[in-house]
């Protein structure tokens, strides 16, 4: 069975980091492009950052650049994403998901991570970034 399990929310000041954690069961996820999204309340699910299958590319939302960083380890089957320097506005439900053509498929119009490429989801983990 095909799983991603995503782990490492909690609640968290602001300035503060986290390291979320994604990882496969049933698949290996280095043939993959890997995706992590958030949706906060009442607003869309957002692509926040990316992985190839080959590590060559990494995408970021503009809103994250320079704070959030991911990576990969293949022998433990997991994606990482780093976030620092955390603000409220990170406060959402973070999910990774995987691609199956191992890519980071870009809209070309928002130059924004194309979710609709990404085929399996994970259940979700809570950021809540508060004083």
């Known amino acids: 069975q095909v799983q991603l399990v995503e782990s490492g929310g909690g609640l968290v000041q602001p300035g503060g980091s986290l390291r979320l954690s994604c990882r496969a069961s049933?698949?290996?996820?280095?043939?993959?492009?890997i995706g992590w999204f958030r949706q906060a309340p009442g607003k869309e699910r957002e692509g926040v950052s990316c992985?190839?299958?080959?590590?060559?590319?990494?995408y970021y939302a503009d809103s994250v650049k320079g704070r959030f960083t991911i990576s990969r380890d293949n022998a433990k089957n997991t994606v990482y994403l780093q976030m620092n320097s955390l603000k409220p506005e990170d406060t959402a439900v973070y999910y990774c998901?995987?691609?199956?053509?191992?890519?980071?498929?870009?809209?070309?119009?928002?130059?924004?991570?194309?979710?609709?490429?990404?085929?399996?989801w994970g259940q979700g983990t809570q950021v809540t970034v508060s004083s």
């Open positions: 998901a995987a691609e199956g053509s191992g890519l980071c498929p870009i809209a070309t119009m928002t130059s924004t991570l194309e979710k609709g490429d990404f085929g399996s």
């Open positions: 049933g698949f290996t996820l280095d043939y993959y492009g």
């Open positions: 992985i190839s299958s080959s590590d060559t590319t990494t």
